[in-house]
């Protein structure tokens, strides 16, 4: 899954991005208070288009559990030419969600305003895919291979590779598309991917390899949900009425998977089912692991948030200053809504 705002992030500055909006806050959360009986429309734009990565979202909006929460769920497809980072930062939308989270990171050092107050995916679904007869089981086995990646996931591999303290002269990079043929063709020795993309995997056929990204040591988050600092600061009470209402629709997701995607499709109508069911199981296992169920769903560990903030440190990602931790992520919401957030996984 492309992630155009993390390239774009650090073009930006938060003079030239706030000078250029000319859009209010007050445009992306539309309504009247909670108390005198309306909903409020809380738009969300992601970073790319909608699918089965807003699989819980989706659902809650179709049973309404954001209708329950006095919200009106709006999702605004992402795009090549359309920086989510920008749109959120000048208040054409509350909520933004990111395919990982370095785009987060590399906005807070640029000065951008926006804040991480949840997670969807636990561990980021990025691997790297090789064939049983020249596998790539841990990181010590890329060397003298051809990796074939996308221009946008080269400081994946530089974050792998420094990691684990292997030479990046080791290790051949060839740029391809989001196509996997090129590792079946000989073309290149490894392929990388969403582990959740099961419909482009076929291709692989079963005797194939998955290395994680997380479970080669670069620990990152995948489609975290943001808000800007003045958003977290005067309608935190609507981030966490969001949260509870996708909470909810996530674990709906879990316990229900046939009529979530239903759901699913229902909403997009363009996506295929069998594949959905495929994919989501591999998607709610993201969601939910060990950590949810002892801290609940969408939670997150600062710790691995700083562990982040160091290694992009170190490859030289911040070209203006290495952001704060608590500029990056807060844990404010996620504490409010305790007691309301599924445990289960």
């Known amino acids: 899954m492309p992630d155009q705002s993390q390239s774009q992030a650090a073009a930006l500055s938060r003079r030239n991005l706030l000078a250029s909006a000319g859009v209010a806050f007050g445009g992306a959360m539309i309504g009247v208070p909670r108390s005198a009986g309306a909903a ?44 989510g980072v920008a749109i959120v930062a000048s208040g054409r939308a509350a909520v933004g969600q990111l395919s990982s989270s370095p785009s987060l990171m590399l906005a807070a050092s640029q000065d951008i305003p926006i804040t991480c107050f949840a997670v969807g995916a636990q561990q980021h679904p990025y691997a790297f895919f090789s064939l049983a007869k020249n596998p790539v089981h841990q990181p010590a086995d890329f060397r003298g291979k051809k990796v074939g990646i996308q221009a946008t996931g080269v400081i994946l591999l530089r974050a792998l590779l420094a990691k684990n303290n292997i030479d990046p002269k080791d290790v051949e ?13 000989g073309q290149v020795d490894v392929v990388t991917g969403w582990v959740t993309n ?78 959905e069911r495929e994919a989501a199981d591999v998607m709610l296992g993201a969601e939910f ?3 949810t169920r002892a801290n609940g769903w ?48």
Do not use: C
């Not at 699989?55 to 030419?81: C, H, R, W």
């Not at 990079?173 to 063709?185: A, C, N, R, W, Y």
């Open 289 to 291: 692991n060990q950590t």
């Open 173 to 185: 990079i060839v740029t391809i598309g989001s196509e996997m043929t090129p590792l079946m063709t």
């Open 40 to 83: 409020t429309t809380i738009s969300m734009q992601i970073g790319w288009l909608a699918g089965g990565n807003q699989l819980g979202d989706i659902v809650a909006k179709q049973l309404g559990y954001f209708s329950d929460e006095g919200l009106t769920l709006e999702i605004m497809p992402g795009g090549p030419n359309n920086d």
């Open 298 to 345: 969408g939670t997150m560990d600062p710790a691995v948030w700083q562990e982040q903030i160091d290694l992009y440190a170190k490859l030289g990602q911040f070209s203006k200053r290495t952001p704060a931790l608590a500029e990056v992520m807060t844990m404010d919401v996620l504490q409010a809504t305790h007691d309301s957030r599924p445990r289960i996984g």
């Open 198 to 275: 099961t419909t482009a995997m076929r291709v692989l056929g079963p005797d194939h390899v998955t290395l994680k990204l997380w479970d080669a040591g670069v620990r990152l988050y995948a489609l975290p949900y943001y808000a800007t600092t003045d958003t977290l600061r005067t309608n935190r009470d609507a981030l966490e009425r969001f949260l509870k209402a996708s909470g909810r629709g996530w674990e709906y997701a879990y316990n229900n998977r046939d009529k979530a995607i239903e759901l699913l499709v229902k909403e997009l109508p363009n996506l295929v089912a069998k594949d």
